[in-house]
């Protein structure tokens, strides 16, 4: 079935019926045929879908504007030529015939505006005029493979305009002397769509445009091809986003050019899964490519190439990420030159921390600054004040003060390390061809730094671990396996003695310490790297051997336990009525036995409250054996009942409670001994 433009309506609007003549397939003069606008009508019988058999021609040598406004066109293939405007707004023009012998095509003279318009469909169309894909003022206009898959929601479920997914066949051809263009604002390119710009033509985004590309499409830059930034535009990850975490992002193949105009000073991206033969000329400001390669660029005075991805779509501020751990720029001063920046595959050697980054000149590339940017998932385990570049056997020094190079001999120098986001930067200033070369990053041996004391609460103010003597875990990290060893310290100025090496594994592991006395620790390793001093607080245990789990009012609750170690020490009961609050002491200090035994019995007050009571036991100092006071790891819970009730022991039931003496952590620089002005302790 033909459609064919006649403008008998006399209005200029697409869905006129009177405007198009129909011809049947048998036809062999006039239309014979009612006159119907070639749209897809829900409301209508299933014959006004003209996915399978519509063929539309619109021809004008005056000039001709078409306005196809809320209409969606369903059709099998598509010819616009002669100087034609096809002005859409919230309409959709889908093509379904197959290539090559049904591909739909817009001549050299038309145009075809998109406002917040759909364009595409499985089929070919071959563009030969000026695509307005984006225009400000108008809505967000989508190139896609699936109309079904985009609109469903905005057409509420009342109709299903594709019975069965089409096939990701769709594919929009930009044709020598073609022009497309993103002007100002995003649009959205979907569902496993193409748009491949030929030899000669040209996709354009233009100020801050940009084109949020789902990860099932593809643009490509055919030689002669080219993919202009006039502005600061972008490519962004799209709506439909990555299948999984793995980061994966939309294919750009450039085997043609893509061009960062002059007069561009902001910050662009192709946030893509970039590739081809093709070249970057970055005129003026910052062009990263995201997967880690720019690819042979020419880089202008003052322009900036990279490889970062972006970090949010709304400004395209390269960052890391989980799945994107490093990246690189390099900025030339006053230069013109070739420049490559790559990102290699593998860790080599096996001390680096990421894959080496690769920069080759053409030419004389002159002064011009290297910027390393890494994860904290990298550097928060080694301290990003600890990480070293190399390009060579040697780091690279630090620059003077006022940022120029240490002395006469050296090509570059590191003129800062800066955290910004979730990310570390390194800049390296560099001079006369300095830039080239292979740089990686390596760390010193790094002992995390613990809470102070590593063990216990505060150190006049601790709750007792569950078990004496304790151990704890202090975090280390080595890029490769190595030792480290343990030493003892009284007093942080005592001179410190021998534990024990263990052999740690290449990156985080930790040094167990088994803690006897309260005092300090530290961790060294062969090179003379020590870690700063822990403090370790002992304190004993209190272990619950037998209890009383309910009692009248005015009845005895009788605990007891023993003290590890098991030798002499002084204790005091603690208690909590019902409800949440403070343990309180109760009675007087009391002494365990000679191994370390103890027994309480409590009379309740014949006027008690009813409910759950607490009781803890909090251990005295023991100075001559380097313990400090601790309340018990478990309190008792003990039911005081109204009536009397015949008593029933039963293990002890743990309770969590917390200190409230204030902060339980020191900072690096300072290792004084710190008592609470009270200590108290919470029970829920």
């Given at each position: 079935m033909l459609f064919k433009w006649s403008g008998g309506g006399g209005?200029?609007?697409?869905?006129?019926?009177?405007?198009?003549?129909?011809?049947?397939?048998?036809?062999?003069?006039?239309?014979?045929?009612?006159?119907?606008?070639?749209?897809?009508?829900?409301?209508?019988?299933?014959?006004?879908?003209d996915s399978s058999t519509g063929l539309v021609c619109v021809s004008s040598t005056p000039h001709l504007t078409i306005d196809l406004v809320f209409s969606r066109v369903h059709v099998q293939q598509l010819e616009i030529r002669g100087d034609v405007t096809l002005d859409t707004t919230n309409a959709a023009i889908m093509v379904y015939g197959a290539a090559p012998g049904a591909v739909s095509s817009f001549g050299p003279d038309t145009t075809l505006n998109l406002h917040g318009s759909y364009l595409g469909g499985p089929g070919r169309i071959d563009f030969g005029?000026?695509?307005?894909?984006?225009?400000?003022?108008?809505?967000?206009?989508?190139?896609?493979?699936?109309?079904?898959?985009?609109v469903v929601e905005s057409y509420n479920g009342l109709v299903d305009e594709c019975a069965?997914?089409?096939?990701?066949?769709?594919?929009?051809?930009?044709?020598?002397?073609?022009v497309v263009d993103v002007n100002g604002r995003g649009v959205n390119l979907s569902d496993g769509y193409d748009v491949d710009v030929l030899d000669g033509g040209t996709l354009k985004v233009t100020d801050a445009g940009y084109i949020a590309a789902d990860w099932t499409t593809h643009i490509g830059v055919a030689p002669g091809g080219t993919f202009e930034l006039t502005g600061d535009g972008n490519v962004f990850e799209g709506k439909l986003g990555s299948p999984s975490e793995s980061g994966i992002l939309a294919e750009f193949v450039n085997d043609g050019t893509v061009v960062k105009d002059a007069g561009s000073t902001g910050i662009s991206s192709l946030n893509v899964r970039y590739s081809g033969t093709g070249t970057i000329d970055v005129q003026s400001g910052t062009l990263n490519v995201a997967n880690g390669t720019t690819a042979p660029s020419v880089v202008g005075a003052g322009a900036t190439v990279g490889t970062g991805r972006c970090a949010e779509a709304a400004t395209c501020v390269p960052d890391t990420s989980g799945?994107?751990?490093?990246?690189?720029?390099?900025?030339?001063?006053?230069?013109?030159?070739?420049?490559?920046?790559v990102e290699e595959q593998v860790v080599a050697p096996e001390k680096d921390l990421q894959p080496a980054v690769s920069v080759d000149a053409v030419g004389d590339a002159g002064d011009g600054t290297l910027r390393l940017t890494y994860d904290r998932a990298i550097v928060n385990q080694v301290g990003y004040t600890r990480v070293e570049?190399?390009?060579?056997?040697?780091?690279i020094p630090s620059c003077a003060a006022n940022g120029d190079f240490p002395n006469g001999i050296v090509t570059a120098c590191v003129r800062g390390r800066t955290?910004?986001?979730?990310?570390?930067?390194?800049?390296?200033?560099?001079?006369?061809?300095?830039?080239?070369?292979?740089?990686?990053?390596?760390?010193?041996p790094h002992f995390y730094r613990a809470t102070d004391p590593i063990i216990g609460g505060h150190y006049s103010c601790a709750v007792a671990p569950s078990s004496y003597p304790a151990t704890v875990r202090v975090?280390?990290?080595?890029?490769?396996?190595?030792?480290?060893?343990?030493?003892?310290?009284?007093?942080?100025?005592?001179?410190?003695?021998?534990?024990?090496?263990?052999?740690?594994?290449?990156?985080?592991?930790?040094?167990?310490?088994?803690?006897?006395?309260?005092?300090?620790?530290?961790?060294?390793?062969?090179?003379?790297?020590?870690?700063?001093?822990?403090?370790?607080?002992?304190?004993?245990?209190?272990?619950?051997?037998?209890?009383?789990?309910?009692?009248?009012?005015?009845?005895?609750?009788?605990?007891?336990?023993?003290?590890?170690p098991n030798r002499l020490r002084s204790y005091q009961l603690y208690v909590k009525g019902p409800g949440g609050g403070l343990l309180?002491?109760?009675?007087?200090?009391?002494?365990?036995?000679?191994?370390?035994?103890?027994?309480?019995?409590?009379?309740?007050?014949?006027?008690?409250?009813?409910?759950?009571?607490?009781?803890?036991?909090?251990?005295?100092?023991?100075?001559?054996?380097?313990?400090?006071?601790?309340?018990?790891f478990r309190a008792v819970k003990v039911y005081v009942a109204p009536a009397p009730v015949t008593p029933v022991e039963t293990p002890p039931v743990s309770t969590d409670y917390r200190s409230t003496s204030g902060p339980s952590g020191l900072p690096d620089v300072s290792w004084e001994l710190r008592a609470a002005a009270t200590c108290n302790y919470y029970v829920p």
């Open positions: 209005d200029g609007k697409w869905s006129t019926d009177a405007n198009w003549d129909v011809y049947s397939p048998a036809a062999t003069g006039g239309p014979d045929l009612p006159d119907r606008a070639p749209n897809f009508r829900p409301e209508a019988a299933a014959t006004t879908d005029g000026h695509l307005e894909w984006a225009v400000l003022g108008g809505g967000t206009a989508t190139l896609t493979n699936d109309l079904c898959w985009d069965s997914e089409p096939p990701a066949t769709g594919q929009l051809r930009v044709l020598d002397q073609a799945t994107d751990l490093q990246n690189a720029t390099v900025t030339l001063d006053d230069a013109n030159a070739g420049l490559s920046v570049v190399f390009r060579g056997p040697s780091p955290r910004l986001g979730r990310s570390v930067q390194i800049d390296i200033r560099a001079r006369a061809n300095g830039l080239e070369g292979q740089w990686r990053a390596q760390a010193r975090p280390i990290w080595h890029r490769v396996s190595g030792n480290v060893s343990l030493y003892r310290r009284v007093t942080p100025t005592s001179p410190q003695s021998f534990v024990k090496t263990v052999v740690t594994p290449a990156g985080v592991s930790s040094m167990p310490i088994t803690v006897t006395k309260t005092g300090y620790v530290r961790l060294g390793e062969p090179s003379g790297l020590y870690s700063n001093l822990y403090r370790v607080v002992a304190t004993g245990s209190v272990k619950y051997t037998r209890l009383t789990r309910k009692v009248s009012r005015g009845k005895v609750v009788t605990i007891r336990g023993t003290v590890t309180k002491p109760l009675g007087k200090v009391r002494s365990t036995s000679s191994t370390g035994a103890f027994v309480v019995r409590y009379r309740t007050p014949g006027d008690a409250r009813i409910g759950t009571w607490r009781f803890a036991i909090k251990l005295a100092k023991d100075d001559a054996r380097g313990l400090r006071p601790a309340m018990s």
